[in-house]
């Protein structure tokens, strides 16, 4: 059993009534969604090139392993193992958040991961040009 933090919890969107969808994500994590995030999701990639090799491989890897589980009314989620396996998670959860879903870690990996790779915030904001991101006027 997995508990979904109160704070992760109020702000799921209501219409996704408590439904959340995991799959395999990038890097070694698993990705959760909100079940409307997922919809809304799964309806763009109905639009991708079918005939295509590498669309049809992705869509086999990402969507097929898909699971749906619904919260129970203390926000309660049990994860089948191959969801648990995709991220070698055996014991603590790491819940990283990433705008319209969350990322599922093993702690020991993800730390592994940030290190390995020489991850750090400030090169990344130069290299995504965050600056003109951020300063944008809407």
Request: proline share 5%; net charge neutral; with cysteine.
């Amino acid at each position: 059993r997995f508990s979904i933090p109160a704070g992760i919890r109020k702000i799921l969107p209501p219409e996704s009534d408590g439904k959340l969808v995991f799959t395999r994500g990038f890097e070694g994590c698993v990705f959760m969604f909100p079940a409307i995030e997922w919809q809304r999701l799964t309806e763009k990639l109905k639009s991708l090139n079918s005939f295509d090799l590498d669309v049809r491989n992705f869509i086999r890897l990402f969507v097929g392993p898909a699971h749906t589980v619904m919260m129970d009314g203390q926000g309660r989620i049990l994860l089948p193992e191959k969801i648990l396996t995709m991220a070698n998670i055996e014991k603590d959860i790491l819940l990283q958040g990433s705008l319209n879903k969350w990322e599922l870690w093993n702690p020991d990996e993800y730390n592994s991961y940030l290190k390995t790779n020489n991850v750090k915030i400030e090169s990344l904001a130069k290299q995504i040009n965050f600056s003109a991101i951020f300063n944008r006027e809407e």
